[in-house]
Nanobody, 123 residues
């Protein structure tokens, strides 16, 4: 059992930055990869970024490549999503998720999910 709690969301203007955090508790293993997904009103949940819990493998959605950076601090069991140059299109609820199944981009492959944190980008 793994519990995930997101934080760091909020309201920011276009071009601004936010850093989201995802704190993991319970049974955590180095084999867990951590992903970020988001869901905007009226849209499907979409992949944002993923990082291997141990090692440096990272993948990003094309829509955020070059603007977002995923990182981790294993000592704190925490994964971060640094979001720069934010756009109104980034407005969504952002979810943290964990998986032991490699470094997938599909939500169906993730076993554990946080409750989400709201990110709102105003124009």
């Amino acid at each position: 059992q793994v519990q995930l709690v997101e934080s760091g969301g909020g309201l920011v203007q276009t071009g601004g930055s936010l850093r989201l955090s995802c704190a993991a508790s319970g049974r955590t293993f180095s084999s867990y990869s951590m992903g970020w997904f988001r869901q905007a009103p009226g849209k499907e949940r979409e992949f944002v970024a993923v990082i291997r819990w141990s090692g440096g493998s990272r993948f990003y959605a094309d829509s955020v490549k070059g603007r977002f950076t995923i990182s981790r601090d294993n000592a704190k069991d925490t994964v971060y999503l640094q979001m720069n140059s934010l756009k109104p299109e980034d407005t969504a609820v952002y979810y943290c998720a964990a998986t032991t199944r490699g470094v997938p981009t599909g939500s169906r492959w993730y076993d554990y999910w946080g409750q989400g944190t709201q990110v709102t980008v105003s124009s």
